[in-house]
């Protein structure tokens, strides 16, 4: 641990220009880590209406005490890539460190009614992207729920449909949508002129794209080449689902790129494991596949492996499916790579899910901090926090106050224990919370209360565009 001369003087400013006085809340003693400033020391930290308002060694009297002697003391971890976005999940992603949730990479076709749909409160701050893949649904009038099972996916757009799906892009971030998402993987009639139109459309508004390329490298380096052509920040969503078995090449082109001053990061989830939807185009040569194969497929609602034949049949109700598909070698590739945020890609409803949806952040502190020190503490913190906050600030400003632990910042902090931190959720139950996560506070309201989950409190705000 250590605080640099300077930063002890700083401090000092800020205390004393802060002034003094009972505070909402305290956290005493713990080890304070802010990725931005390097911050790393046993600090105190004031709280008061919703921000901190000092973060120094002098003795601070609050209404509420933390005693976070032995613990981190961390900004409030960032997912920007989280398909459950219900009270349910919301609840599980709160113990496991989060305190801001985006559903950046499918979206939504209708921003105004997605924010409204969470009005009055949730346990976390939210946000959404208006997305190609439903808005691309909408227009071609395909009959799938989550993803396309017909024309959205396979239907080629006319010159009007594209148009209709420029406007609905459009009108979307003007409702004030983080960001525009893709999903080229699941809409394969898709061109990359189409894309290059919405990345157009996203570009003009200062809006990332969070893209879930298809065609391994050469996809990924037509998408680069896309986003250049249309001046649109790019974010490569799970740099481990899609590079799979060639993660490092997949890395080293993202690495190039931005050597080259391109505007494109990525991330990473911290399982070997993915999951999608059975009827997705993902899947369209399944009647090919070698019968051993099937085995590497898990049905969530029942956990039960899959055979061709019980393949076939589920793929024509619809659903979700777990591929059991990496090695831990890929994962390692993607999580020890300085390029990666984490981010879950969680998914999760009535009980069942994927538990990176609970656990990829703590199993990040747990497993590949502490046990194998393949990442330090301060870069993972960095990864979680600092780095998503940085990818969305430039549309949305309220970012900019997030990820960090300073004067001035919203007291959105995860306050953990480095030795015992780790994930619990599996396969069959992801709804097994995560261990080490003490406290979470998001506008400094506790949320996770000494390990504990607080029941009736909906301290989360929508975070969008603008505002």
């Not at 999940?89 to 559903?103: C, H, I, K, Q, R």
């Not at 959105?412 to 003490?438: K, N």
Request: charged share 20%; net charge negative; glycine share 12%.
């Amino acid at each position: 641990m250590r605080t640099s001369i300077v930063q002890t003087l700083l401090l000092g400013v800020l205390t004393t220009a802060c002034g003094s006085g009972e505070y909402d809340l305290v956290i005493q003693g713990g080890r304070v880590m802010d990725p931005e400033s390097g911050l790393d020391s046993v600090m105190n930290v004031g709280i008061r209406d919703g921000r901190i308002e000092v973060v120094t060694e002098e003795s601070l009297s609050g209404t509420r005490i933390i005693d976070a002697s032995g613990l981190v003391v961390a900004p409030g971890f960032i997912d920007l890539h989280e398909h459950a976005q219900t009270a349910e999940a919301y609840a599980l992603m709160v113990a496991d460190g989060v305190t801001s949730a985006f559903e950046l990479e499918v979206g939504t076709a209708d921003v105004a009614a997605w924010y409204t749909e969470r009005e009055g409160g949730q346990i976390v701050n939210y946000g959404v992207s208006v997305g190609h893949v439903p808005v691309r649904m909408a227009v071609m009038d395909d009959p799938g729920d989550f993803l396309p099972s017909g024309p959205g996916g396979y239907g080629t757009a006319s010159d009007a449909q594209v148009a209709e799906m420029a406007r609905l892009i459009d009108e979307g971030l003007t409702q004030g949508a983080v960001a525009v998402g893709f999903g080229t993987a699941y809409t394969p009639a898709a061109t990359m002129a189409e894309v290059e139109t919405m990345f157009r459309i996203s570009s003009q508004h200062g809006a990332s794209a969070h893209i879930h390329i298809r065609g391994g490298l050469a996809g990924l380096t037509e998408t680069i080449e896309t986003a250049v052509r249309a001046d649109v920040p790019l974010h490569i969503v799970h740099a481990n689902s899609s590079g799979g078995a060639r993660t490092t090449e997949f890395l080293q082109i993202i690495e190039r790129a931005r050597a080259d001053g391109i505007d494109v990061t990525t991330e990473a989830y911290p399982y070997g494991a993915g999951m999608t939807a059975i009827e997705s185009a993902l899947f369209d040569s399944w009647e090919t596949w070698t019968d051993d194969r099937f085995d590497n497929y898990q049905w969530v609602e029942t956990g039960e492996r899959l055979t061709r034949e019980t393949f076939g049949r589920y793929r024509a109700v619809g659903g979700t499916v777990i591929i059991h598909g990496r090695t831990e070698e890929m994962t390692l590739a993607a999580i020890r790579s300085p390029l990666t945020m984490i981010a879950s890609d969680g998914f999760m409803s009535n009980g069942r899910g994927h538990p990176r949806t609970s656990g990829s952040y703590s199993k990040v502190l747990g497993r590949y901090v502490r046990e194998q020190g393949v990442v330090t503490l301060m870069d993972a913190l960095r990864r979680m926090s600092l780095e998503p906050a940085r990818r969305l600030e430039a549309r949305v400003p309220l970012m900019r106050e997030k990820g960090r632990v300073r004067v001035g910042a919203d007291a959105d902090i995860t306050i953990f224990d480095p030795g015992t931190v780790m994930d619990r959720s599996t396969y069959m139950d992801v709804t097994l919370t995560s261990a080490g996560i003490e406290y979470v506070l998001v506008h400094g309201v506790p949320v996770i209360d000494g390990g504990e989950l607080v029941e009736g409190v909906t301290p989360g705000q929508p975070v969008r565009a603008g505002r």
